[in-house]
């Protein structure tokens, strides 16, 4: 289901849009009708924030990568961390 924006009577700005000028708000489960679009602004984290998580990431994987669990198996298994044969979409 799609999300979109909406103006609810409870507050709600986020609902799942069933037609073209109806959707559902995911709070109260009311029908809204869209006759406009409705837009909202939000805070997004800053690319740089994410990068730096990434970084940050990847330097505990990396150590990680040489500490053994309790079955003297690496923390990460890097030859499944790409497995493409066991991802599962829902549609």
């Known amino acids: 289901m799609k999300l979109t ?3 609810c009577s409870c507050g709600n700005t986020k609902g799942f ?3 073209d000028k109806l959707a559902e708000c995911t709070s109260c489960a009311q029908p809204v009708h869209i006759d406009t679009p409705v837009y909202h602004t939000y805070e997004v984290e800053s690319l740089s924030r994410i990068e730096q998580q990434a970084g940050e990431q990847a330097i505990i ?6 500490e053994l669990d309790w079955d003297n198996k690496p923390f990460i298994d890097w030859s499944t961390c790409f ?3 066991n991802i599962r979409v829902a549609i």
């Open 61 to 66: 994987d990396m150590w990680l990568y040489n």
């Open 5 to 7: 924006f909406i103006d």
């Open 83 to 85: 497995d493409t044969n």
């Open 17 to 19: 849009q069933l037609a």
